[in-house]
């Protein structure tokens, strides 16, 4: 567990806050979407990716560091990216329609580490690997590009991305004995067990 954890009367935290925004913008995000108001989707998005951005900076910057932070960060991270494949079905049907293989995937590295981290310990598990953090950088970037009908293939990367850092996920919640949060990478735990 992290060492560095503020007091229980402490969750209304700048990076908690933050983190919560992603809650708050999601029924926006899905009436947008369902609207057709791609552009202020796209808008409300941006700001959505920034606090993910800003919100474990923010911890860390302020000693605010917490399991429940962490946690808090990792469902914020599923309902978003729940809610941008569901709004991307609504607002662009072709272009999910001919990328359902990599939104599969990208939708599968959601679903299967939560599943796994409960099947195991009850809970869910909040690891934000550095492949975690490269693979939501690669997608938060690639959705736009190919939202404003640039290339395919960085989108298509990206999802590959996802999926390798779901595995990694996975195989984490198989070696650790109990839910860590903030864990590097798989390579830091093994190292740890020498």
Known sequence: MNETQP?????????????SFRFVAAPFLLWQAWQGYSAMFMGLLAVCFLTDVFDGWAARL???VSEFGAELDSWADVTLYLTIALCCWWLWPDMVGREWLYV???IASCLLPALAGFSKFGCFT???TWLVKIAA??????????FL???VWPFRVAAVLCLLAAIEEIALTLLLSEPKSN????????????
Do not use: C, E
């Open 126 to 128: 909040s690891y934000h």
């Open 149 to 151: 009908g640039g290339p």
């Open 7 to 19: 007091p229980k009367s402490s969750l209304f935290t700048l990076p908690n806050l933050l983190t």
């Open 137 to 146: 950088a690669a997608m938060g970037t690639t959705l736009y590009v190919l």
């Open 183 to 194: 864990v590097r990478s798989i390579w830091f735990v093994l190292d740890t067990r020498r």
């Open 62 to 64: 302020t000693g605010q």
């Open 104 to 106: 599969s995937m990208i």
